[in-house]
């Protein structure tokens, strides 16, 4: 970390305040975005300029939803065509099939499955074919996925009995969370952020992501 945080130039400015913001409509959350994530690099790099992010054109999605056979959620794909894959207090994964980590079924994403689920009957097998990973928690295999048909959010952990978790109703709500997230660490409260967290989402999920 290249700054020092006990100096009266940290947080940078222009970054949030560490709360939920009310009344986002889309164009505040990208705003929101935006100084979140500009601040979250000054943490680690100093500065940052438009160069730092990597936004992704109409094609390239276009292109990733034909592999897909399904749409990306409208937020995951106003957030990449703004921002793009960035690595923030998690990674979220790329539009580009060649990347390390790119959005794909998570039959793709974590082939063992199938050998795990051979036993399963077929409504559990089919909810696991609808999955698409999204999102790479820590590089840990424990990933984000949205179903395919209603964009609710999912957590992969494979070291739980309990393989699939519900998590968010939508990604709007996991991108909004990962921003709180950030805030937490820019601000060096993570406590506060835990507890915005468990206000809105309640603690057992805190506990089921972060811990």
Request: aromatic share 12%; net charge negative.
């Amino acid at each position: 970390m290249q700054n020092d945080l006990t100096t009266d130039h940290w947080p940078p400015p222009g970054c949030p305040d560490l709360c939920w913001p009310e009344q986002l409509t889309s164009e505040t959350r990208v705003a929101w975005y935006r100084s979140v994530i500009t601040a979250y690099a000054s943490l680690w790099e100093g500065h940052v300029t438009e160069a730092h992010f990597k936004p992704v054109s109409e094609t390239e999605l276009l292109d990733l939803e034909t592999r897909l056979s399904c749409p990306l959620p409208s937020a995951l794909k106003s957030y990449h065509q703004e921002f793009g894959a960035l690595s923030l207090t998690e990674k979220l994964c790329s539009v580009s099939q060649d990347s390390d980590t790119p959005i794909q079924p998570l039959l793709e994403a974590y082939p063992g499955i199938v050998d795990m689920l051979e036993h399963e009957d077929e409504q559990v097998l089919r909810l696991f074919e609808d999955m698409i990973v999204f999102g790479d928690y820590l590089g840990n295999g424990n990933m984000f996925c949205f179903l395919r048909e209603s964009g609710e959010v999912f957590y992969f952990d494979h070291d739980d009995d309990n393989l699939l978790c519900p998590f968010f109703t939508s990604v709007e709500e996991y991108l909004d969370a990962l921003m709180i997230r950030c805030l937490a660490e820019i601000h060096e409260n993570e406590e506060a952020g835990l507890e915005l967290l468990a206000q809105r989402y309640g603690p057992k999920l805190v506990r089921k992501w972060l811990y």
